[in-house]
């Protein structure tokens, strides 16, 4: 914490006032003046004798530490003085995406000297992200009204707001499947629920797989080819080379909404569920099952932001294990940047299940004023059906998601195009 | 307040312009300090209102003002209201206000403006009564506001 004293600014006024008056007084010989003016200067000289500043203590604690978007915190403001002073004037600042319940967050309170006095202020989320809260500023005026003392609380106290899941009542389906059991019907043959095929028994088959009337139509015994019930790697790509955006609202929220529900829906599914952030700044989480990593991710998502650089980035930057051979990778890419196109043709030619949602930007640029720019607009949203265009052509369905629509019927298209693309090939 | 302090001096006959000019001089400094333009905007004002005061007493010619106190009264209770405005300016407008911190205030503001108006009181009635120390009072009542001046300059080095 910092403090500073100054003197509050009616000394130098009644100071300077009561100077000049006397001095007039004498010099033009009226009384009257000196009678007007030396109450100002007694007022600051009886001040000063008596008031020598005090000291101010601020802490600042906050109710809840880690919250979801839209959900109020309590931030207690703990104001301690060590002298009678007039009035505390206390304001709390705010990072952006985070907002005062009641506004403004400020309150000038009386505090009597070694009692201290905590002040509350709600807190709305506003946005998802971590927060440092408790920039808060304190300016006590001594009890004679002569000092002002100013204190800064500088220690900032975490606040982790994780974005608030879209409910998605289903996930793209993975080509691949893993060994482990899960809730995914595998293409391949086994134990399992889901009806596959039909039969000649083999040895080592179960008898309760036997089909009784199969069998005595063909005059030998047949059984019931089931697919088993597989979970699947899935890799949530989230690109951070660059977004489009306003305020607080951009491409790389829309993003990062989109893998905190995405990770929601396949941890609910038993899938093991990993993240890679790619940009200038490459981090991961290898796929891993459960509410647990799930968490993990929330927490990785929300220190993700934009960090420019012009370097190139190459896949080899990423670990093997978090990006699995058999894995479905979901890209959440604005494709504004070369090299995240470039990263995702290379996934695509390592043989990875790759989808690709791409987080309009369109949006978030409007054309500029005038017929040049209109048109250097449409050009613009040519080259990008070109580029969509190009990724179809290697089998990679790329669907468009708008600011403003919801994200299951952009998954709804992604599943369905998967589906055409597997039956045409 | 302030406007009617500036307006008293004209109520008792013609002034040089130059008074009237520092009177609505002193109105818009102080306007200008209540607007948040101008910190210092309210200590000019004081010494600008006091100026056309002293005009006003010198071209008016001898005899003592009986209405000193009540412009001491005035003028501290115009200083203090708009500094109390600027203290709320510089908490960040519009926070909520503690009725004890409004109540303590206002009890300052009232004791402040009394106090003025009995100190110039004070000081009118001494400087009414009949005075046969000639050349040497004088030097006294010199050398005693020097002094005071230098006690307030004093005191505030200190708490600097």
Known sequence: MTSSRRLHPRVRAYACLGILGVAGAVAVGRPELAAVTAPALLLVAAGLARDTGCGVGVEVTLDRLRVVEGDEVTVRVRLSVDRAVERVDVALALPAGLEPVARPASASVAIPAGVPRTLEFGVRASRWGGYGVGAVTARATGAHGVTVTHARADGLTPLRVFPRDARLRSAIPPARTRAAVGSRVSRRSGDGIEHADLRPLQPGDHLRSVHARVSARRGAPWVNDRHPERNADVVLFLDTFAEAGRDLAGTLDLAVRAVAALATVHVAARDRVGVVSFGGLVRWLPPRAGPVQRARILDALLDTAILLHFATRRLDRVAAAALPSTALVVALTPLLDERSVEVLSELRGRGLDLAVVEVSPVPFAPPAPGELGELAHRLWRLERTALRRRFSSRGVPVVAWHDGQPLEPVLAEVIASRRAARTAR | ?160
């Open chain 2, 1 to 160: 307040m302030a406007a009617g302090l500036a307006g008293a001096p004209l109520l008792d006959g013609p002034l040089p312009v130059v008074l009237g000019l520092a009177g609505v001089a002193a109105l818009g400094s102080l306007a200008a300090a209540l607007a948040g333009w101008w910190a210092d905007g309210v200590g000019v004002a004081l010494v600008l209102l006091v100026a056309e005061y002293g005009g006003s007493l010198v071209a008016r010619g001898p005899g003592l003002d009986p209405s000193a106190p009540l412009v001491a009264a005035g003028l501290l209770l115009a200083a203090e209201l708009a500094y109390w405005s600027a203290d709320v300016r510089a908490a960040r407008a519009g926070g909520a206000e503690d009725r004890a911190v409004t109540g303590r205030r206002a009890r300052r503001v009232a004791v402040v403006t009394l106090s003025a108006a009995a100190g110039a009181s004070f000081l009118l009635a001494a400087a009414a009564l009949p005075r046969n120390g000639g050349e040497a009072l004088r030097v006294a009542g010199v050398t005693a506001a020097a002094a005071a001046a230098t006690v307030v300059l004093a005191l505030l080095r200190r708490v600097r």
